[in-house]
């Protein structure tokens, strides 16, 4: 009886197949983990600047620079920092993206060919566990937005009664803000990454408008900026570290704060249109608006200080100060709670699409029978009342310090993707041989890709004696421990790149670099089969006869087709002149 309720559960929960369009449901396989096909590509260059503007235009990033000038660099010194490492953060994201632009496969599937199918479940379980501890803690920070919002509509929220224990590290008022960031974000989960586009519209100029507006009326009303805008080095004499070793783990800690998001890019760069919509979103974007933020984060902040006498760099307590000083007034209360909305709602979609979005299709990679993108971006959410984010914030200060520095463990996954992709398999793989393990190249040994292991482990092993270090404030380590830890990404990256070549070099992986002589899935135009040389599927099917496009194409093609058609041989006997 038990077996058969299970069954009968089962069979209600599994995700439905569709042959038709090549979306076959398997242990392996579902709708949202095939390659893309084109209809389902729809990211112009916008998309990318509204996805990479979320990542932006948000409360983070506008408070970067404070933490440069809190450890005595200069104001250049700072924006030397932000310029360098999200110039770097570009160049990592298109690396790590290319292999979706190219073959639109996302991260999930794309590990299974460095890996293995079961040894790629490691990257993918450290990216489930990141993707629901920074879900919750943006659902919090969000809250706070949330709060402020309320609070401009009704002043007397701001003295609710706390109605919660002494033992609870947080307040009533700030659980209100995060149930109700929580709740109006659920119906924005049920919206396809392929139909994001308004939201990313709306989202970006929202928030761009209001750091703006916030930017000039502060310069405005100060009639200049604050002292912090002209702070030069102030490192102590006696600090052990000097300016050139402080902006060295500046560097690497800007671009840990984005390694999460870079080492899935290629989930999202699938999605697009054509490949330059990915570069000039990126670049236009990721980089020089980043920086612009960045920029503006510290002049309103300076300007703030003369006009309050204080330094406010989050976004939420300046606007609270703002309502305070304006006396409650109508015109105060709307201004704060215009842009207090605008900051939230970016946040609201950012955690939508690079949290919840990114955990549902790394969940869907580790149950594709029964979870798709939308299942698993609402588990990823509901993870959050387990997370209980408010127990991190307020207490566990050392813990978000190890979770921004993260990138310990997933640099090395790059370094690995990257050298694998580029450097051995000349950006050449079987996307058949991805959905399925019988007889397939990538099963390796059971599974596992036994050179892969040793060569990720070797990247963090010489970083994680200084992350102890660093997260338990240990004083009397050596200094070299710390040393490697500031240099954590480039170390990781560049250690497993280097061993995973020269592996792969001593222990040769057999057919590396071959492809399927015929488009499976449906997944490329003509014009992209004939770049690539394959077979495209219309001609497989017989509905190509006649096509002068397909005709005129030149194509560099390999030996016979495994396809026995009689269109498929015309096809590759007319490629062969």
């Known amino acids: 009886m038990a077996s058969k309720t299970i069954r009968k559960v089962r069979e209600v929960v599994a995700l439905d197949s569709d042959e038709s369009h090549y979306e076959e449901v398997s242990a392996w396989s579902n709708r949202d983990l095939i390659p893309l096909p084109p209809a389902r590509r729809t990211w112009g260059w916008f998309n990318f600047f509204g996805s990479w503007s979320l990542s932006s235009l948000n409360v983070a990033t506008w408070q970067t620079p404070n933490t440069f000038l809190t450890q005595g660099l200069s104001v250049g010194q700072a924006m030397a920092i932000?310029?360098?490492?999200?110039?770097?953060?570009?160049?990592?994201?298109?690396?790590?993206?290319?292999?979706?632009l190219t073959w639109h496969i996302g991260f999930t599937v794309q590990n299974r060919y460095t890996w293995g199918f079961r040894a790629s479940y490691i990257p993918l379980l450290q990216r489930i566990l990141l993707n629901f501890i920074w879900?919750?803690?943006q659902c919090w920070n969000g809250g706070k937005l949330v709060t402020v919002c309320i609070t401009a509509i009704w002043p007397s929220f701001a003295t609710i009664p706390n109605t919660l224990s002494a033992s609870t590290p947080t307040t009533t008022y700030e659980l209100v803000g995060f149930i109700v960031f929580w709740a109006v974000s659920i119906p924005f989960l049920f919206i396809r990454p392929e139909r994001f586009k308004k939201p990313f519209l709306v989202s970006s100029v929202m928030c761009g408008v209001a750091m703006f507006a916030l930017m000039i009326w502060s310069v405005a009303t100060a009639k200049g900026v604050g002292p912090v805008f002209y702070q030069g080095e102030k490192v102590p004499a006696t600090s052990q570290w000097s300016a050139s070793w402080l902006m060295m783990a500046g560097i690497n800690q800007a671009i840990g704060g984005k390694a999460a998001g870079m080492t899935n890019s290629s989930d999202f760069s699938r999605y697009a249109k054509k490949k330059s919509d990915y570069l000039i979103g990126t670049i236009t974007v990721y980089w020089i608006v980043g920086v612009l933020v960045c920029f503006g984060g510290l002049v309103t902040t300076a300007a703030c200080q003369k006009i309050y006498g204080d330094i406010w760099w989050n976004p939420p307590d300046l606007m609270m100060v703002m309502m305070d000083y304006g006396q409650g007034s109508s015109g105060s209360r709307a201004a704060v709670f215009f842009l207090a909305i605008s900051f939230a709602f970016t946040s609201m979609f950012e955690n939508v699409c690079s949290n919840a979005v990114a955990g549902g299709i790394d969940l869907a990679g580790l149950f594709p029978r029964y979870i798709?993108?939308?299942?698993?971006?609402?588990?990823?959410?509901?993870?959050?009342?387990?997370?209980?984010?408010?127990?991190?914030?307020?207490e566990a200060a050392t813990f978000i310090s190890v979770l921004n520095s993260f990138s310990v463990f997933l640099a090395p996954i790059m370094g690995v993707m990257v050298c694998d992709y580029f450097i051995l398999r000349h950006q050449r793989i079987k996307l058949s041989h991805l959905f399925s393990p019988q007889g397939s190249d990538y099963w390796f040994w059971h599974g596992v890709n036994w050179r892969v292991i040793p060569c990720w482990v070797a990247g963090w092993a010489p970083t994680i004696g200084g992350l102890i270090v660093s997260a338990g404030g240990i004083t009397t380590a050596p200094r070299a421990l710390t040393e490697l830890y500031y240099m954590a990404f480039f170390v990781g990256f560049s250690v497993s790149f280097v061993l995973f070549y020269a592996v792969n070099l001593i222990f040769p992986v057999l057919h590396r670099g071959e492809i399927d002589e015929v488009d499976k899935y449906a997944t490329f135009t003509i014009d992209e089969a004939a770049r690539l040389g394959v077979v495209p599927t219309d001609v497989v099917q017989g509905e190509a006869l006649g096509n002068p496009k397909l005709e005129g194409l030149?194509?560099?093609?390999?030996?016979?087709?495994?396809?026995?058609?009689?269109?498929?041989?015309k096809w590759w006997s007319l490629k062969r002149g």
């Open 82 to 100: 932000i310029v360098v490492s999200r110039a770097l953060c570009c160049l990592f994201a298109v690396m790590v993206a290319w292999c979706g």
């Open 554 to 569: 030149e194509v560099k093609v390999g030996e016979a087709s495994a396809d026995d058609s009689e269109m498929t041989k």
């Open 372 to 394: 798709d993108i939308r299942r698993g971006a609402l588990i990823t959410f509901f993870a959050a009342w387990i997370i209980q984010p408010w127990q991190l914030i307020n």
């Open 135 to 137: 879900t919750a803690i």
